[in-house]
T-cell receptor, first 113, second 110 residues
Framework: NAGVTQTPKFRVLKTGQSMTLLCAQD?????MYWYRQDPGMGLRLIHYSVGEGTTAKGEVPDGYNVSRLKKQNFLLGLESAAPSQTSVYFC????????????FGDGTRLSIL | RKEVEQDPGPFNVPEGATVAFNCTYSNSASQSFFWYRQDCRKEPKLLMSVYSSGNEDGRFTAQLNRASQYISLLIRDSKLSDSATYLCVGMNTGFQKLVFGTGTRLLVSP
């Protein structure tokens, strides 16, 4: 099992460019999440999805959009990248509500110049 | 005040030592707690869940004190491979929103 797979692993963008980060999970999980991790800040939730076709805002949603067209995929889009969005992005998934931990992908390192 | 707070460390300990980390949380609505381990430049990985009754997994023991709103992690007989950042994580009621502490860094030396 691949678990949670993120693509790309690394990317450098110029300010104003757009891009999409892809997260795919093969565990049939209902819930999927996008986080960003910055030094001294811990992981912060950007957006999440509780099932196919649903999305919701997390703690730091501004500047990002998401889509969950298929259960196994959760896309994170940056419409107009800004240097403040330089970060490490992690996708995670979990089976359902309740005391279920989340499984993380190995991250995308994004630099905005 | 952060919802989940941890001492960032680093905790420097020799191999074989016992080390304990504490974590406090401010949201009494938090129902479930976890310890995750994160190696440098890697993704967080679940270490163990934390139960009110306390739970043990090999050299690791986790404890939850709801009255005082803190979670602890005890590592016995530290190994070099235990060197990592340990994230204290709370899960709020309702949907599965995890709230992460900023992590405690552990360095185990020979």
């Amino acid at each position: 099992n691949a678990g949670v797979t993120q693509t790309p692993k690394f990317r450098v963008l110029k300010t104003g460019q757009s891009m999409t980060l892809l997260c795919a999970q093969d565990m049939n999980h209902e819930y999927m999440y996008w986080y960003r991790q910055d030094p001294g800040m811990g992981l912060r939730l950007i957006h999440y999805s509780v099932g196919e076709g649903t999305t919701a805002k997390g703690e730091v949603p501004d500047g990002y959009n998401v889509s969950r067209l298929k259960k196994q995929n959760f896309l994170l889009g940056l419409e107009s990248a800004a240097p403040s969005q330089t970060s490490v992005y992690f996708c995670a998934s979990s089976y359902d509500r309740g005391n279920q931990p989340q499984h993380f992908g190995d991250g995308t390192r994004l630099s905005i110049l | 005040r952060k919802e989940v707070e941890q001492d960032p460390g680093p905790f420097n300990v020799p191999e074989g030592a016992t080390v304990a980390f504490n974590c406090t949380y401010s949201n009494s609505a938090s129902q479930s707690f976890f310890w995750y381990r994160q190696d440098c430049r890697k993704e967080p990985k679940l270490l163990m869940s934390v139960y009110s009754s306390g739970n043990e997994d090999g050299r690791f023991t986790a404890q939850l004190n709801r009255a005082s709103q803190y979670i602890s992690l005890l590592i016995r007989d530290s190994k070099l491979s235990d060197s990592a950042t340990y994230l204290c994580v709370g899960m709020n009621t309702g949907f599965q929103k995890l709230v992460f502490g900023t992590g405690t860094r552990l360095l185990v030396s020979p």
